[in-house]
């Protein structure tokens, strides 16, 4: 019996599935059609749920963080700059190696999309006004991203007001919103961890479909997705971050990797920043960073830096755009990047973040969501990459923020060893 109690990693049952899939795919051919009905239902199922868990994340990051002025605006501004050079980079590498040009899908699903994707022109003040909800339950029903962040910044500030005044006239009762709100985010997480856990099943019939109807041609298509992915995420590590280090951080490479070598390795393994948040704290103080620049950048600061997710999203958008021979203006792709932005605040540290606002992104704008189990036949890859992007941020803005914040650092390192 112990033999079975050992967990398969996420990654190992979708490459079983994936073989599995091919097998039957080649085997039974056009009928095994419908198996991919069963990948339809449970991103159908992810899609649902992580607009829940998005909202309840953002409420939790006000009501539970603090942070001084100048280090939250140093530490937002660094995060801005790389999350904007994140996503141009995603943008522009899937423009320039078009790797959805190489992978063909049926285009079954486009037709009911086409005509709101591929219009020549946006109205821009129509499309603000459209993120204005009409009741408290339309976002959530119609899964508008960036409605569902702005209801929960609005709400998250609030919360964060009153629960300061309590504070100030020494009062407790916040305690009860605050820990229903972690409550429900962590039942949120839990049921979104089952439904991903029948992943496997999702990708073993997508599989088996796309093979019995195609063949092993997807297989280009997926390699050409998975370089481009890899080449953005690399030059956003070698031209984006190390300029950080070298001009604003006045370190030397050597140091610097030499310092981060472990937990680079670790997030490879793990597959998780979160996995690796200890190796990475333990590596910073290593390398002489504070304890409130680290814990702040790393803990905290995790809501923002997602520079992995940002680029890797808007890479998959297009790509999927390009799959079924969409072309997106530069308005649209605006607009697309906009929503990878916003739907990976607060989400970054929770399990298969990458895939579940994927989801919601593909939803926003408008583009078929069932190619998904198909893209996860190699997101075990990308996973790790995105992982170690995501570490390699979390040291560079925690050094950022300690040359440029010192002043802060006796003020704030009270807060910090009671609130992070």
Not at 40 to 57: D, S
Not at 144 to 173: D, P, W, Y
């Amino acid at each position: 019996m112990r033999l079975f109690k050992k967990k398969i990693p996420l990654y190992t049952q979708i490459l079983i599935a994936m073989l599995l899939g091919v097998t039957v795919g080649w085997v039974a051919g056009n009928s095994a059609a419908p198996l991919g009905e069963i990948g339809k239902v449970i991103i159908q199922l992810i899609k649902t749920l992580a607009a829940p868990l998005l909202f309840l994340a953002v409420v939790d990051a006000f009501l539970r963080t603090h942070v001084t002025a100048r280090s939250g605006l140093i530490m937002v501004t660094i995060s801005l700059i790389n999350a904007v050079l994140a996503l141009v980079i995603g943008l522009s590498v899937s423009n320039w190696l078009r790797p959805g040009d190489h992978l063909e899908m049926p285009a079954l699903s486009v037709g009911s999309v086409t005509s709101s994707i591929t219009a020549e022109r946006m109205d821009w003040i129509k499309t603000v006004s459209g993120y204005v909800p009409s009741s408290i339950v339309q976002p959530f029903l119609e899964n508008s991203v960036i409605t569902i962040i702005l209801m929960a910044v609005l709400l998250g500030l609030a919360f964060r007001h009153v629960k300061n005044e309590q504070l100030r006239e020494g009062s407790t009762e916040y305690l009860v919103i605050e820990n229903g709100v972690l409550f429900g985010f962590r039942a949120v997480e839990k049921l979104l961890g089952w439904v991903v856990a029948w992943i496997p099943l999702a990708v073993f019939g997508v599989v088996a479909k796309t093979v019995g109807a195609q063949g092993f041609a997807p297989l280009k298509g997926l390699a050409a997705y998975v370089g481009t992915a890899l080449i953005g995420l690399l030059f956003h590590i070698l031209v984006v971050y190390q300029s950080w280090i070298v001009f604003g951080a006045r370190m030397k490479l050597a140091r610097f990797w030499s310092g981060a070598r472990e937990a680079v390795i670790y997030a490879l393994g793990a597959s998780s920043s979160l996995a690796t948040l200890p190796v990475t704290l333990k590596s910073l103080d290593q390398m002489g960073v504070s304890t409130q620049s680290a814990r702040l950048a790393a803990c905290v600061g995790t809501n923002l830096n997602n520079d992995d997710i940002l680029l890797y999203e808007a890479m998959a958008v297009l790509f999927v755009a390009q799959v079924y021979h969409l072309d997106l203006t530069l308005s649209q792709q605006v607009i697309a990047a906009l929503s990878c932005m916003v739907a990976g605040i607060g989400i970054a540290g929770v399990p298969d973040a990458g895939l579940i606002s994927l989801s919601l992104v593909l939803a926003t704008v408008g583009l078929p969501i069932e190619i998904l189990p198909l893209l996860l036949t190699v997101d075990w890859i990308l996973s790790r990459a995105r992982a170690t992007t995501n570490v390699i941020s979390d040291f560079v803005v925690s050094i950022l923020l300690d040359r440029f914040s010192a002043p802060d650092h006796g003020e704030q390192q009270g807060k910090l060893a009671s609130e992070v």
